[in-house]
DNA sequence: CTGAAAGCGCTTACAG
DNA sequence: CTGAAAGCGCTTACAG
């Protein structure tokens, strides 16, 4: 394999017998360039296959046209799905998407990724990794005052920061007042690690909704799982065991569905006959499982999508407020424009509604 | 939120006042600096949050640092494990990775994508994308003289390119030997899109080794789906339909497989007892299916990891190249070493046992 | 040990 | 309509 050098603006404009200028001209399509110039120029490149450097663009105009994505656990369902939402929008929008993952995302050692992402001179930061006991700690005192701006997904909506969530407490309520609804009254829980935020939100959305409906939580009736099928599994037979009256389990997270899903059948019990089950998420497996699986599903592309487009406003803005500052203008409109800080943007999830939650009723019409 | 402007190495000189050049010194930890010169230029450092212009650095010193990595299907199990490989090992060698996602895979129409690329300087390319149809066809004109070297992930290893694939024709043998050994002889198959490289090279595996095995095929025990849960489903019932002989189906991925199982138990068979079933990818959930499925594991972090290795020797290889070419000295040596095309590297798969795929005689055992 | 000069590949005023 | 000059932020020789 043979490598070519870079062809050069300087090479194109010898071989077409004009100045560099000339030819930056016709590459950026502007209007001031003769017919048989622009034509001559155009020839040149396509017989070299000239392609601008950006990275020189970049340097003199200030603008690398890049987004930074910080992600984690790519591996798993959800973060991926928000990733390629990321990836869309930019895309669109004419951003190259430099990808950063941040490995142990509980921790809130985060200097190395922004450094990087700063010194690539990324135009805007998209931070997707989820929000994990205080791993945010470092927002207060550097997210304040970076050069550039940053969204954050799936993250308390605390701290007057631009967030795009799921709304997770919604999702949480959804599928409790569902089974309330189907007529199930002891409903259990296995979540996801409440040091999580995500994984808090769907777990208050329960609780709350059962205390809402005169119901009294027992210690029993909660576990507290990692995410995975087989932490699901566990908190099944504990469940199972510690407390026995159960007539629903709400596992927070399609994978610890299937955990459970397999344990009650190891026990010999069947859904939703003895038990009925409803996950979070929505994989595209849930609806093969057996019984298929009532879920909440979530519109994670939006999220990924409507961080971008959030971010995009936000780097106008700024340019904005460079151009006030640059021509030294009366800044306070503009400055007060810029630091309007939107609302926390919630992304409401919907329930998905299969055979492991049917009302007790209805399974005996189905037979 | 207030932005920054990026202090630059001119500012850092002022204040410690020395030059640029004695900065760019500190910053490179050259041994050449006066020790009190080099403290008071890294208080100044320190102070100002200087941080180099990594884009300014790209243009002067010819190294992006940057690879690109061209992935589709991110929402999919496979691809994001690969991702995740190639993300891995491009941080540890000091590498940016750019992303970029070629949205409609099945068509050929990469010359916008590697454009992007090689406009942003990238020192290397991963196609991860899969071979689809004739996908590849650009590869003939553009891959042999293109500027950087690119990697092909899950390829077909024909053109003395440099691939780096999951053996999936031996993943097909495993799975069938499998169920030959455990004593099926009636075995179908549901396959991916059979005009995709992945699917037919575990369809042809599967065939292999039936007909090595004297067994002959019929047509109606093959299905070919889209890799699809639904498609799965789809077709069981056909399969089931068709060839109710069959004591044994190998789906050529897990999700059709789950699918499969689905259709089997609304048919009101049991796996294994009446009818076999081997999965391919071992995703998570899949040992709690019920029952856990017996699968074929790929290595796919290890697929994207090694990719990246290789790539970066190429790109050694390329920088030996340009010194020989520039210090013009006698180039054959280098040339010969550098176009050096390595086999194409194969990852074996694994096979992972459980109880869909059971010997009849050891169910009787277990009961 | 230190700095003035040149230059990476491009674009932005400015002058003709 | 066209081009000479300056400069984006840095590094690489070269000279002291």
């Not at 590459?27 to 110039?37: E, F, L, M, Q, S």
């Not at 037979?237 to 009650?264: H, T, W, Y």
């Not at 971010?311 to 106008?316: A, G, K, T």
Request: glycine fraction near 8%; hydrophobic fraction near 40%.
């Amino acid at each position: 394999m043979e490598f070519r050098r870079q062809v050069t603006i300087a090479q194109v404009a010898r071989e077409a017998g004009v100045s560099t200028v000339t030819v930056s001209r016709v590459i950026n399509h502007r209007p001031d360039v003769a017919p048989d110039t622009r034509r001559r120029v155009e020839q040149v490149i396509g017989r070299l296959g000239y392609q601008p450097n950006a990275i020189a663009r970049s340097l003199i105009s200030q603008h690398s046209h890049t987004l930074g994505v910080v992600a984690s656990r790519l591996d798993y369902y959800g973060p991926s799905r928000i990733l390629v939402g990321v990836e869309q929008k930019s895309s669109e929008l004419g951003y190259a998407l430099l990808l950063c993952m941040q490995h142990q995302p509980e921790s809130g050692d985060v200097e190395p990724i922004l450094n990087h992402l700063l010194s690539q001179q990324v135009e805007g930061v998209i931070w997707a990794v989820p929000e994990i006991g205080d791993n945010r700690a470092w927002i207060s005192e550097r997210a304040a005052h970076l050069q550039v701006p940053i969204i954050f997904l799936n993250m308390d909506p605390h701290s007057n920061l631009p967030v795009v969530a799921g709304d997770n407490y919604l999702g949480g309520q959804m599928a409790t007042r569902h089974l309330l609804e189907q007529g199930y009254r002891k409903i259990g829980a296995i979540t996801g690690p409440i040091n999580e935020w995500e994984a808090c939100q769907r777990y208050l959305g329960w609780r709350d909704t059962l205390i809402e409906a005169g119901i009294t939580i027992r210690d029993c009736q909660v576990f507290e799982g990692d995410w995975s099928a087989a932490s699901g599994e566990r908190g099944a037979r504990l469940l199972l065991a510690d407390c026995p009256e159960l007539d629903a389990i709400f596992a927070m997270n399609d994978q610890m569905a299937m955990g459970l899903l397999s344990a009650v059948n190891e026990a010999g019990l069947s859904v939703p006959r003895h038990l009925a089950i409803v996950g979070y998420d929505d994989m595209p497996e849930s609806a093969f499982l057996l019984p298929p699986l009532t879920t909440i599903r979530q519109h994670l592309r939006d999220v990924g999508r409507t961080a971008v487009s959030l971010l995009q406003s936000r780097i106008s803005e700024g340019a904005v407020l460079d151009y006030a500052r640059q021509a030294q203008l009366e800044t306070n409109d503009a400055l007060a424009s810029a630091s309007f800080s939107p609302d926390p943007i919630l992304i409401a999830p919907e329930l998905v509604i299969r055979q492991s939650s049917i009302r007790r009723s209805e399974q005996d019409k189905l037979r």
